[in-house]
């Protein structure tokens, strides 16, 4: 089995930008071009070291005060098998 790259795609940031404006304390702030760009790198983070990608909205900044995660699978996040790549 290879390893694999995630990318979040445009379909992937819209999803957590309407994560974002409905839980986020500060949907504002938290929707910015530069603050998407840094919850898609956390998501594609979390997918190389997990195999999944996932953000997570801390208690702290949630409307409902709870932690909460959002779960990006196709359409929302692209794969690729680097074997595939070099081939």
Not at 30 to 35: K, L, P, Q, V
Not at 71 to 85: G, K
């Amino acid at each position: 089995m290879g390893l694999k790259t995630y990318k979040v795609n445009e379909l992937g940031i819209e999803a957590i930008k309407e994560f974002l404006l409905k839980n986020h304390k500060r949907p504002t702030e938290a929707t910015t071009e530069s603050a998407l760009a840094d919850w898609a790198a956390e998501a594609e983070s979390y997918a190389d070291a997990n195999d999944m990608a996932l953000i997570i909205l801390t208690e702290e900044d949630s409307v409902s005060g709870e932690a909460m995660g959002l779960h990006l699978e196709e359409p929302y996040i692209d794969t690729q098998n680097l074997d595939e790549a070099f081939i």
